[in-house]
T-cell receptor, first 113, second 112 residues
């Protein structure tokens, strides 16, 4: 158990509304990641962070922003949700610098109507 | 982005059978990882591989890092119903980045 929690676990929202998903870790791990998972696409990286205020884009970053103001929290924001952002969102962490193994949270199922 | 080709897409087998699945790429990978995902949960790391030719086991699971560094294989022996799930491979490119590339998964169904 890597001590990762995600909130909310389920959310339904309307097109055009802002949405923020939270990933929280109980250890001081430096690297945190946001993925989305869709049928036929597997897991795709949205953004990742390598420290407080240090973030970078992944493969599918358009329409998403992130913030990391403290080590334990990594927030994913959809500024104006669209139906194409209906997905399951996973947060992941690496347990130590230089390690490529990632450990995943339980996921957030987001539906945009 | 880089692509990992994972096959087969799905498998339906009888309990007790052995299972093989693989991931291939045109790119060289530094690290290979295998995950299993149960319905409604996040992926769980099964095996991590770090060197070409490496063979690593975790119970009934055995994974190998291909000698060309462009592929990896996962075998499950004597399958049981709780092996049901989606298995993902993931690789870290030999280019210094800390991010992973994931295959699209193999769905395994096991009939009792």
């Amino acid at each position: 158990d890597a001590g990762i929690t995600q909130s909310p676990r389920h959310k339904v929202t309307e097109t055009g509304t802002p949405v923020t998903l939270r990933c929280h870790q109980t250890e001081n791990h430096r690297y945190m990641y946001w993925y989305r998972q869709d049928p036929g696409h597997g897991l795709r990286l949205i953004h990742y962070s390598y420290g407080v205020k240090d973030t970078d884009k992944g493969e599918v970053s358009d329409g998403y922003s992130v913030s990391r103001s403290k080590t334990e929290d990594f927030l994913l924001t959809l500024e104006s949700a669209t139906s194409s952002q209906t997905s399951v969102y996973f947060c992941a962490i690496s347990l130590r610098d230089g390690a490529y193994e990632q450990y995943f949270g339980p996921g957030t199922r987001l539906t945009v109507t | 982005g880089q692509q990992l080709n994972q096959s087969p897409q799905s498998m339906f087998i009888q309990e007790g059978e052995d299972v093989s699945m693989n991931c291939t790429s045109s790119s060289i990978f530094n690290t290979w990882l295998w995950y299993k995902q149960d319905p409604g949960e996040g992926p769980v790391l099964l095996i991590a591989l770090y060197k070409a030719g490496e063979l690593t086991s975790n119970g009934r699971l055995t994974a190998q890092f291909g000698i060309t560094r462009k592929d990896s294989f996962l075998n499950i022996s004597a399958s049981i119903p709780s092996d049901v799930g989606i298995y993902f491979c993931a690789g870290q490119l030999n280019s210094g980045y800390s991010t992973l590339t994931f295959g699209k998964g193999t769905m395994l169904l096991v009939s009792p």
